[in-house]
């Protein structure tokens, strides 16, 4: 059976069609990402990006919220722009609020070293103590790390867990007492 006589030729470019305008079109319904979490459920599409920041008390031009006072050149006295901003209604205050105990909270401590790392600055301070060069010798050391590289890994390991080093600096002078 032979093909439909239109089906083989390729469509041609339509050079009336206006591609600007319905680019345009689809990025002005898209509705902005917003990160922070307080934002997003108090946002109402219905309004614009500056009417609903207004409302939540929020500055759409941080220039425009905290002006820079402009100085004189002769006398450095500060001069002001004259105009004062009328006070802004904030109906969703608690967007702020929310905000601002969020930023009030401690920040978490996130530094923490890789269990394979651990064991190896314990086994290489457990066998060569201080001895950086006899620990780049070592066998165990499979990454070929240069002696001032272990020391920095030892150190790091000593600020990320200074108690748990000190514990295991105590745990092994009595082996050593042993020893001797």
């Given at each position: 059976?032979?093909?439909?006589?239109?089906?083989?030729?390729?469509q041609?470019y339509?050079y009336?069609?206006?591609?600007?305008?319905?680019?345009?079109?689809?990025?002005?319904?898209a509705?902005?990402?917003?990160?922070?979490?307080h934002?997003?459920?108090?946002?109402?599409?219905?309004?614009s990006?500056a009417?609903?920041?207004?409302?939540?008390?929020?500055?759409?031009?941080p220039?425009?919220?905290?002006?820079?006072?402009?100085?004189?050149?002769?006398g450095?006295?500060?001069?002001?722009?004259?105009?004062?901003?009328?006070?802004?209604?904030?109906?969703?205050?608690?967007?702020?609020?929310?905000?601002?105990?969020?930023?009030?909270?401690?920040?978490?401590?996130?530094?923490?070293?890789?269990?394979?790392l651990?064991?190896?600055?314990?086994?290489?301070?457990?066998?060569?103590?201080?001895?950086?060069?006899?620990?780049?010798?070592?066998?165990?050391?499979?990454?070929?790390?240069?002696?001032?590289?272990?020391?920095?890994?030892?150190?790091?390991?000593?600020?990320?867990?200074?108690?748990?080093?000190?514990?295991?600096?105590?745990?092994?002078?009595?082996?050593?007492?042993?020893?001797?």
């Amino acid at each position: 059976m032979p093909k439909a006589k239109g089906k083989s030729r390729r469509q041609k470019y339509s050079y009336n069609l206006n591609r600007k305008r319905l680019y345009r079109s689809a990025r002005r319904r898209a509705a902005p990402r917003i990160a922070c979490s307080h934002i997003r459920h108090a946002w109402d599409p219905t309004k614009s990006v500056a009417q609903n920041l207004a409302e939540m008390g929020l500055a759409e031009d941080p220039n425009k919220a905290v002006p820079i006072l402009k100085k004189k050149l002769l006398g450095m006295e500060v001069e002001s722009n004259g105009r004062e901003q009328g006070k802004k209604i904030v109906r969703k205050p608690y967007v702020v609020n929310e905000m601002e105990y969020e930023a009030s909270l401690p920040e978490k401590k996130s530094n923490t070293l890789s269990r394979d790392l651990i064991d190896y600055v314990r086994y290489m301070i457990q066998n060569h103590g201080e001895n950086y060069k006899e620990m780049a010798r070592d066998e165990k050391n499979y990454y070929q790390d240069t002696p001032k590289q272990i020391k920095r890994k030892i150190n790091v390991y000593k600020n990320f867990y200074p108690e748990e080093y000190k514990d295991f600096i105590e745990s092994l002078k009595p082996e050593k007492m042993d020893v001797q």
